[in-house]
């Protein structure tokens, strides 16, 4: 175990640039104590300078923003001018990310996701779920089957299983998911 933290944290590490990076980004928790300050927050989440509104402006209540490096000095003037309370929920957004993506390497190169230990308390990637549904449709090829019905912006394949055991007249339930990228629980909704 001592040998496979160092070499899944330099896997991290080595693998890296394959990610989205947040260096510099933190989120602020944002609190609203009138319709003036609630007003202020709703025209900065339809503002040009496009913050990451986590939890979106509410009347009552918090609002948890993501600022970057770059637009972080805009956000607190604005926060300042409006008389807007905040504190720093996430100081360092990189540090967090990087920590997630270590420990979710590590489970992958513990316990690879397969049909029999995939769960539903985790987020996987696009490829680990592609190669789940094919392992339990090849599982239960008596009554399911898989089908690629288009592709993503990404151009990734989109996926079409289907259950059924025969005959025709039938109702029928069409479930999507999967489509947006912080869906988290999509995925699971879907599979389950």
């Given amino acids: 175990m001592r040998l496979l933290v160092p070499l899944v944290l330099t896997l991290s590490v080595v693998l890296a640039d394959n990610f989205k990076h947040f260096h510099g980004y933190q989120v602020f928790r944002v609190t609203a104590s009138n319709d003036e300050q609630f007003k202020a927050l709703v025209d900065l989440s339809n503002s040009a300078q496009n913050f990451d509104f986590w939890h979106g402006p509410t009347r009552s209540g918090t609002s948890d923003i993501m600022a970057t490096d770059e637009n972080k000095k805009f956000l607190l003037d604005?926060?300042?001018?409006?008389?807007?309370?905040?504190?720093?929920?996430?100081a360092d957004v990189e540090k967090l990310v990087s920590e997630e993506r270590a420990q979710m390497s590590l489970k992958r190169l513990i316990n690879p996701p397969t049909v029999k230990n995939f769960g539903?308390?985790?987020?996987?990637?696009?490829?680990?779920?592609?190669?789940?549904v094919k392992d339990t449709v090849t599982k239960h090829s008596d009554i399911s089957t898989v089908e690629v019905i288009g592709q993503t912006t990404e151009n990734r394949p989109i996926h079409l299983v289907k259950i059924s055991t025969g005959g025709s007249g039938k109702p029928s339930i069409f479930i999507d998911g999967t489509f947006h990228a912080r869906e988290w629980v999509s995925p699971a909704v879907v599979s389950f």
């Fill in 78 to 90: 604005y926060l300042k001018t409006h008389g807007l309370d905040h504190s720093i929920m996430i």
């Fill in 120 to 132: 539903w308390t985790q987020y996987y990637s696009a490829e680990e779920i592609d190669a789940w």
